[in-house]
C-alpha cells in the first residue's frame, strides 16, 4: 500500500510541476498507468511472498535432507564396521574349515587303511580256519574290527571250561595268523546263555562260567601258542550280550560262544584325534 501512495503522489507532484492542466484523456490515462502499476506491484507483493515461502520451505526440505544423509552416513558407517566385521569372519571361518577338511582327509584316510587293513584280516582268517567253519567257527567286521566267533561246542565239552582237542587245533590255526602280524590287539570275550548254571563245582554264575573260559582260551593262546600276552584282553561279557534272543535250543547254543575281537592298532588315528 505504501508503494501505491507513493506512486500516486509522485504522479500528481508531476502533473502540478509541469503546470499543465490536463485533458480528461490525460488524465483517465495517467489513472490507468496508475492503476497499472498498482497491480503490478501487487503482483510483486505476492510473487515476492512466494518465494519467500519457496525458499522457506526448500530451507526446511534441505535441512531434512541433510539429516538423513548424516543418518545414512551413520548407517554406512555402521555398516562397513560390520561389513568389515563379517568378512574377518569368515575368512577365520575358511580357514578353520580348510583345516577340518584337511583333517578329515586324514582321518578318512586312516580309517580307509584300517578297513583294508580288517578285510585283508578276515581274508586271511577265513582262508586258515576254513575247515572250522562247518563246526561252528565264523570270521566277519564290525566297526573295523574282526570278529572270530567260536560255539562253545567247537572249543569245550559241556559246562567244561578246559578246551577240547579240536578247539586246539582251530587255536592253533589263529594263532599262526595272529603270530604273523604284531599290529593287531587281541580281545578275548567269553559269552554265555540265560540258563543257570548247575552243578559246575566251583563255577557259580554265567559270569564265572563265562569268565573262566575266556582266560582259558587266553592262557592257551599265550601259554602254547606264544602269542605276546601284551596284546591280550581277556573279559568275561555272561548272558548279557546275545547274538540271538529266541529261546530255541539253536538260539541258546549261538549265544554260548567265545569271541575273539582282534583290532587293528590305531596309534596313528588317536594321535591325530588328539592333536
Avoid at 582251530?170 to 548254571?197: M, R, W, Y
Avoid at 582266560?215 to 555272561?238: F, Q, W
Amino acid at each position: 500500500m505504501k508503494i501505491k501512495h507513493l506512486l500516486l503522489a509522485a504522479t500528481l507532484m508531476m502533473a502540478l510541476h509541469s503546470c499543465v492542466v490536463l485533458s480528461p484523456k490525460k488524465y483517465k490515462a495517467l489513472l490507468a498507468q496508475r492503476d497499472s502499476l498498482t497491480t503490478r506491484t501487487v503482483t510483486l507483493e505476492t510473487e515476492k511472498a512466494q518465494l519467500m515461502a519457496d525458499t522457506a520451505r526448500l530451507h526446511n526440505q534441505i535441512a531434512t535432507l541433510n539429516g538423513n544423509y548424516a543418518a545414512l552416513d551413520r548407517k554406512y558407517s555402521s555398516l562397513d564396521k560390520n561389513y568389515n566385521a563379517t568378512t574377518s569372519q569368515v575368512s577365520t571361518l575358511s580357514s578353520d574349515l580348510q583345516k577340518r577338511e584337511a583333517r578329515l582327509k586324514e582321518v578318512e584316510e586312516i580309517l580307509r587303511k584300517r578297513d583294508e587293513a580288517a578285510n585283508a584280516l578276515k581274508n586271511k582268517l577265513q582262508s586258515a580256519l576254513l575247515g572250522f567253519q562247518q563246526s561252528g567257527l565264523s570270521v566277519d567286521i564290525r566297526n573295523g574290527k574282526v570278529y572270530v566267533s567260536l560255539t562253545d561246542k567247537l572249543l569245550f565239552p559241556s559246562g567244561s571250561i578246559v578246551i577240547d582237542d579240536k578247539g586246539k587245533q582251530a587255536l592253533k590255526s589263529l594263532a599262526a595268523v595272529l603270530n604273523k602280524d604284531a599290529d593287531i590287539n587281541i580281545a578275548v570275550e567269553g559269552h554265555t546263555d540265560d540258563k543257570k548254571v548247575k552243578n559246575l563245582g566251583q563255577i557259580k554264575d554265567n559270569w564265572d562260567l563265562s569268565v573262566l573260559r575266556a582266560t582259558s582260551v587266553t592262557r592257551y593262546l599265550t601259554e602254547v601258542e606264544l602269542v605276546d600276552p601284551h596284546r591280550l584282553t581277556a573279559t568275561g561279557k555272561g548272558e548279557f550280550q546275545p547274538i540271538d534272543t529266541g529261546g530255541t535250543s539253536e538260539a541258546l547254543s549261538k549265544n554260548r560262544r567265545i569271541e575273539i575281537v582282534l583290532t587293528p592298532k590305531l596309534d596313528e588315528l588317536y594321535n591325530l584325534i588328539t592333536k
